[in-house]
């Protein structure tokens, strides 16, 4: 008997008479997360997405600053402890250990599809570094890597004639038939409900950023990930450790907060109190310096502190930050002359579903990747730059394990 994890449906669903399609794998969010997890499946398989927005409405479009890699054997050390000391230590380091060893082959892979990183004069990769790393071990493009990165993976996915993306459409809920995820329920942009039912499920949903009145994070995301598993039973984990990123544009309106990279603190920009006096270390860990922000604009009774791009080269703001530049021209200011104001905004969840290290919730044929899981490679505090990383390694795992249902399937067969 097919059931909805989350009890009765809404009354204006009426699921009795609503369209029902199959798949064999159903993949709910359409950031890098879930394009990559599509990327990774077999071509012989039947895929469908779901995407609550239009596809270019993914915080994974939004990720500034890059992707960590790690450069050589020696960094291997370095990075681990970064990572482990920037999450309070309370990180799953059994995961730590897979997101670092498998990010050289997953870069490798990125640029195979297309993706482009930024290169040094003598056409070597360009390594930066942000808060909390010990070494520079970070990729860009620009500061626009998120979207470089999402867009191409998009791209690929698109091009897959075994995949099909439906804008616009939410899930609502899970179907469950004794005890086992065979799919959703969702609505289409016109209401209409419609339930897919699919030999696994993957949940990529991103994270709660809609929930905060000042977020990095479109408002599209609610949770819903979380929401539904949580009412079907499913364990979460540490749905408490919400990262505030330090440093967002001030604005006194309520649209989505314009993030303001840690690259650019990584690069040399500081911040500085409303006498224009350096107040903390810019290169701390995110919740040590938004603790500091946060301190300071409490002393000064002001809504925002100031960061200087004045030990930043011009050539550096004009082409590594370039969006951020024409951004801030925007609201009126120009950063190759002036501080800009910022203010402390929600980023990031480090909880979320509980998961393994192949990404498999508590229910058979259910999994969950990105920023709606939890596999513990951040710990209390996400180190900057894991995010994109962990997101592709955890849900090319994913998808690698449903697969091997499909080839078990087809050799006993």
Known sequence: MITLGAGAPA??????????????VLIVGCGVAGLYAALNLPENLSVEMLCKEDVASCDSMLAQGGICVQRDDEDYEPWFEDTLRAGHYENRRESVDIMIRESRPLINDLMALGVVFDRTVDGELDYTREGAHSRPRILHRADLTGAEITSKLLAQVQNRGNVAIHEYTTMQDLLIEDGVCVGVLATDGANEPVMIYAHDVILATGGVGGLYPRSTNFRS????????CQKAGIPLEHM??????PTSLYTPNPDRSFLISESCRGEGAILLDANGERFTDELQPRDV??????EQMRREGSQ????????????????????IYRRCLQEGYDILHEPIPVVPAQHYLMGGIHV?????????????????????????????SNSLLESMVFARRAALDVSSHFAKVAHSA
């Open 11 to 24: 009354p204006q669903i009426d699921v009795e008479n609503c369209e029902r399609v199959s798949c064999d």
């Open 221 to 228: 995301l609610t949770g819903d990930g979380c929401r539904v």
């Open 240 to 245: 408490d450790y919400v990262q505030i990123h």
């Open 289 to 294: 310096v938004t603790a500091a922000i946060y």
């Open 304 to 323: 925002h502190v100031w960061l200087s791009f004045e030990n930043v080269a011009p050539e550096v703001i004009t082409t590594h930050f370039a969006n």
């Open 356 to 384: 393994d290290s192949q990404s498999r919730t508590s229910m058979p044929h259910l999994y969950a990747a990105g920023e709606t899981s939890c596999n513990g490679v951040h710990g209390a505090n996400r180190l900057a």
